[in-house]
């Protein structure tokens, strides 16, 4: 009896490890392009005093409708599944005043949580093979609103991304100093933020 008690703890083990190592090797980054928009501005502007590191900026512009790309790499040897994703600061009544639509490819259900952000849960998981790559789309409106005084902008680290393999789930992030900003006023108008 206890050799099979053994042999079942010995395999929930392995499965558990296991799918951590899978989800070790996922992340989230943005392409050459993070934020495509229409009706908008969109730029880059330094972010530190030297200049030297320049992170994506949307002039915040009523009527403008833009596309937040992110990919989820998967670098494990797992096929992984993309289950919600979680855009911080977006939720109702938030300061940028920016109105989240959905997460193509399938992520219409959207649910506010008490922190200030919106999360829309896939239709159905959106599974990325080993060493492959799935591209989300966050399509974002803004009608005005902000409540940034003009020159001012805020920068955000989004969005996060729930995975999982075999029913063991992780929240993944762009890297730390990927950030985007969202500014009230033109790039050639405004300083950097500080």
């Known amino acids: 009896m206890l050799g099979v008690v053994l042999a079942v703890v010995g395999a929930a083990s392995a499965w558990w490890i296991s799918s951590q190592v899978a989800l070790s090797g996922v992340a989230i980054t943005y392409d050459s392009r ?9 730029g880059q502007i330094a972010t530190w005093s030297d200049a030297e590191f320049y992170e994506p900026v949307v002039v915040l512009t009523p009527g403008m409708q833009c596309r937040l790309r992110v990919h989820v790499l998967n ?3 797992s096929t992984i599944s993309v289950d919600s994703v979680t855009l911080a600061m977006m939720g109702d009544d938030n300061a940028l005043g920016v109105e989240p639509l959905m997460v193509n490819p399938n992520g219409q259900t959207a649910s506010f949580d008490e922190v200030g952000g919106v999360t829309f ?5 959106v599974h990325v093979a080993a ?3 799935q591209l989300l789309e966050a399509l974002i409106d803004y009608h005005g609103g902000a409540r940034y005084e003009q020159c001012s902008a805020g920068g955000l680290n ?3 991304v729930s995975v999982s393999v075999n029913g063991v789930s992780a929240t993944k ?3 730390e100093w990927n950030t985007i900003w969202f500014q009230q006023g033109s790039l050639a108008d405004c300083e950097p933020p500080s």
Do not use: K, Q, R
């Not at 849960?121 to 998981?125: E, G, N, R, V, W």
């Open 121 to 125: 849960t896939m239709f159905s998981p």
């Open 131 to 133: 060493g492959e790559d």
């Open 75 to 77: 670098n494990s040897g």
């Open 158 to 160: 989004i969005p996060d």
């Open 34 to 42: 993070p934020l495509v928009c229409d009706g908008a501005e969109v």
């Open 173 to 175: 992030s762009p890297a």
